[in-house]
C-alpha cells in the first residue's frame, strides 16, 4: 500500500504539471502569441463602452488634395445647350477638380558614362578621362536599386527569390540571390561607423532596454541580442545566449545606468541597475490566480496594477505607495507560505525543484528593488515592452526565411536593421537613409539624444 500510494502520488504530481503546462498561455507566461491555442481570447482590454473605429478627436489620415500637382488635365465642355449655344463660344465660369495619386511607371533609367580618349599627335601619348568612382564596373545597378533590393529584405524580411521577384516585375530586371547578398555585405561595411556611433550613444544613456530571442544559422540554434531605448536601437548575433554575447555588442558590459530586462540571470552579472518587467510579473500571476487558485497571486496582481495606473497618472501620493509597499511584502509572505520549500531528495546533490508559485515569490522578495523600481524613478517604464517591440520583427523574419546561411549575413541583418531601426525612431526617412549608404554619403541620425 505504501508503494501503491508513492506511484499515485507521483502520477498526480505528473498530471499536475502537464495541466499547468496546458493551462500556459501568452497571457499567464512568456510563450510568444503564436502558439497560443486559436480559440483563446487575444487581448485583456475591457470594453469602454465606445463605438469601434477611431473616436471624435481623432486624427484622421485621410488622402488629402494636393496644393501642386504634377500634372493638370483640363476636360473642356463640349456640344451646345439645350437653347442651342455652342458651349465652346462661352467662357469658362468655374473650375471644379478632381486628384489621382498614383504611382509613376516604374523602369530602370539606364545611364551611360562615355569617357573621352585622347593620343597626343606629337608624342603618340593615350591620355582618357576617369570613369565616377560609384562606376567600378562595365554593367552594374545603381544605389536606388540597391536600397531597394536591401529595403524588401532587411526592412520588410522579403527572403532573396522573392525580393528578385518583386524588382522583376516593377523595374523589368531581376537581381540575383547572390547580388543581393554583395548588397547586404556592403551596406554592412559601409555602415561600420555608424555602429560604433551608435554604441557610445547608447552607453551615454540613462536607461536601457535588453532582450534576446532564437535564431538559426545553418541550422544550428544561435542567439539575437537587442539593446535599445526609444532612440537608439543595437542588434547583434551570437552563438551564445549568455554574457559572451553581451560583451562582443560592448555596451551593457560598460554600462552603468538602468537595465530593463525580463529577470535572466546573466543580466544580474551586469555592472549597472536593474529593472525587471512587470508585464512578464502580471502574467505570471494571473497563471497562478486563475489556474492554481492562489488567491495571494490575484491580489498582488490587483495591487501592482492599481499603483501603475496611479504613477501613470499622476496621483501616487507618498502614504499610498508606502501603503503599497507594505502590502506587496506581505502578500509575498503569503506566497511562499501557500507555496513551502520541497524538501530535499535522498541521493541527489543538486537542489530540489521548487514550485512556480515559490520561484516567484522568492524572485520578487531577491529582487524587490529592481521590481518596484518604476515607483521610484519618472524614466523607468513598468514593463520591458521597447524591447519586445524591438525584437518582434526579427521573430517574423525567422518565422518567413527561417534563420540565416552565414555569419557574415546574419552581422549584415543586424548591423542593417539597427540602423533602420534607429532612423525610424528618430523620424528619418528609411528609404533615403539606405539610398545614402549606397551613395556613399551616409544619412546619420542624431546620436546627442
Not at 22 to 27: C, F, H, M, R, V
Not at 232 to 249: C, P, W
Not at 315 to 331: G, N, P, S, W
Request: contains cysteine; hydrophobic residues 35%; glycine residues 8%.
Amino acid at each position: 500500500m505504501a508503494q501503491l500510494q508513492l506511484a499515485f502520488a507521483a502520477l498526480l504530481a505528473r498530471v499536475q504539471d502537464l495541466e499547468a503546462q496546458l493551462a500556459q498561455t501568452s497571457k499567464t507566461s512568456s510563450q510568444p502569441p503564436s502558439q497560443d491555442k486559436p480559440w483563446l481570447p487575444k487581448s485583456e482590454r475591457q470594453k469602454s463602452g465606445c463605438s469601434s473605429g477611431g473616436q471624435r478627436g481623432h486624427p484622421g489620415k485621410t488622402l488629402k488634395m494636393s496644393e501642386h500637382p504634377d500634372e493638370i488635365r483640363t476636360l473642356p465642355v463640349t456640344g451646345q445647350c439645350g437653347c442651342g449655344e455652342p458651349w465652346d463660344t462661352v467662357a469658362v465660369h468655374d473650375l471644379l477638380a478632381r486628384q489621382v495619386h498614383d504611382l509613376p511607371e516604374v523602369r530602370l533609367h539606364v545611364t551611360e558614362y562615355q569617357v573621352e580618349v585622347k593620343i597626343c599627335p606629337r608624342c603618340a601619348h593615350r591620355e582618357q578621362a576617369a570613369f565616377p568612382a560609384d562606376v567600378p564596373g562595365q554593367v552594374q545597378y545603381g544605389p536606388r536599386v540597391h536600397a531597394l533590393t536591401t529595403y524588401l529584405n532587411v526592412v520588410h524580411a522579403v527572403p532573396l527569390e522573392r525580393t528578385a521577384d518583386v524588382v522583376d516585375a516593377l523595374c523589368g530586371a531581376r537581381p540575383s540571390g547572390g547580388t543581393i547578398m554583395l548588397n547586404l555585405y556592403l551596406a554592412s561595411k559601409r555602415l561600420e561607423g555608424f555602429e560604433e556611433q551608435l554604441k557610445v550613444a547608447l552607453i551615454n544613456q540613462n536607461v536601457l532596454h535588453a532582450d534576446e530571442t532564437g535564431s538559426k544559422l545553418g541550422g544550428k540554434m544561435q542567439w539575437l541580442h537587442s539593446v535599445s531605448n526609444a532612440e537608439f536601437t543595437l542588434y547583434g548575433q551570437h552563438s551564445n545566449r549568455g554574457y559572451a554575447a553581451i560583451e562582443k555588442m560592448g555596451v551593457l558590459d560598460r554600462f552603468e545606468g538602468v537595465v530593463v530586462h525580463d529577470a535572466w540571470n546573466t543580466y544580474f552579472q551586469l555592472p549597472g541597475q536593474h529593472a525587471l518587467c512587470n508585464a512578464h510579473l502580471l502574467r505570471e500571476l494571473r497563471y497562478l490566480h486563475e489556474h492554481l487558485k492562489q488567491s495571494w497571486a490575484g491580489e498582488l496582481r490587483t495591487e501592482l496594477q492599481g499603483v501603475y495606473h496611479q504613477r501613470k497618472t499622476g496621483t501616487l501620493t507618498q502614504t499610498q505607495k508606502e501603503a503599497f509597499y507594505e502590502r506587496f511584502d506581505a502578500l509575498l509572505i503569503q506566497g511562499l507560505n501557500a507555496n513551502p520549500a520541497s524538501p530535499p531528495v535522498p541521493g541527489r546533490r543538486w537542489k530540489p525543484k521548487q514550485t512556480k508559485g515559490r520561484n516567484l515569490a522568492l524572485r520578487c522578495q531577491q529582487h524587490r528593488g529592481a521590481v518596484l523600481l518604476f515607483l521610484e524613478r519618472d524614466d523607468v517604464p513598468f514593463d520591458n515592452n521597447q524591447a519586445e517591440r524591438d525584437i518582434r520583427m526579427f521573430c517574423i523574419k525567422r518565422k518567413i526565411s527561417g534563420g540565416f546561411r552565414s555569419v557574415a549575413g546574419g552581422e549584415a541583418f543586424c548591423r542593417i536593421r539597427s540602423y533602420v531601426s534607429t532612423l525610424r525612431k528618430q523620424g528619418m526617412n528609411v528609404w533615403q537613409g539606405l539610398v545614402s549608404v549606397f551613395r556613399g554619403d551616409i544619412l546619420m541620425p542624431n546620436f546627442s539624444r
